[in-house]
């Protein structure tokens, strides 16, 4: 059996800093640790809350999951 290990969650909010030359976004990520026994609902919406108080404009919300793993006897 297998099992999850050091669980960790951050939202992750990707503005669009400027355009160059060839019309291309240039994108910044923000990122926020999240608890991660949150629902994918609960972080989208801190995500569309956090994005309002951006002054750059939100290209995206994401989630992004990370933990090892670890065989268990």
Do not use: W, Y
């Amino acid at each position: 059996m297998t099992q999850r290990t050091n669980t960790a969650t951050k939202l992750q909010l990707k503005v669009i800093t400027s355009t160059n030359s060839q019309g291309k976004e240039t994108i910044a990520t923000r990122s926020f640790t999240m608890n991660p026994e949150l629902a994918d609902e609960d972080i989208l919406s801190i995500g569309r809350k956090l994005a309002r108080l951006q002054v750059l404009p939100v290209q995206d919300i994401c989630r992004q999951d990370n933990a090892g793993l670890a065989e268990v006897h």
